[in-house]
């Protein structure tokens, strides 16, 4: 059973930047697919960045690339997103996701899922 657990979330004024940070606990981060997603009130969970297993193959968003980063560190189970010139459509919780499968993982259907952390951009 792997567990993530998120961490960086918080207020940031618009324009501003925050990372977030998702460990894996229990298991192997090398071994699965890594995403982040989004949710607001009302609206379905949506795919924001992901990156294979491997780390050759990333994927974002239109309205995020360009602006937000994902990597991830295999030695230290960890995956990160950096988010730079946030706009206030971005706020949302943000979910960590690990799955063996790519193609569950952007059909938002993960093995795994964080607990979410939650990212307002606001003045």
């Known amino acids: 059973q792997v567990r993530l657990v998120e961490s960086g979330g918080g207020l940031v004024q618009p324009g501003g930047s925050l990372r977030l940070s998702c460990v894996a606990s229990?298991?192997?981060?090398?071994?699965?697919?890594m995403g982040w997603f989004r949710q607001t009130p009302g609206k379905e969970r949506e795919f924001v960045a992901g990156v294979k297993r491997g780390g050759d193959s990333i994927h974002y968003k239109d309205s995020v690339r360009g602006r937000f980063t994902i990597s991830r560190d295999d030695a230290k189970d960890t995956v990160t997103l950096r988010m730079d010139s946030l706009n206030p459509d971005d706020t949302a919780v943000y979910y960590c996701?690990?799955?063996?499968?790519?193609?569950?993982?952007?059909?938002?259907?993960?093995?795994?899922w964080g607990q979410g952390s939650q990212v307002t951009v606001s003045s």
């Open positions: 996701a690990a799955a063996n499968s790519w193609v569950a993982l952007a059909a938002r259907r993960p093995d795994y």
């Open positions: 229990g298991g192997t981060a090398s071994n699965y697919n």
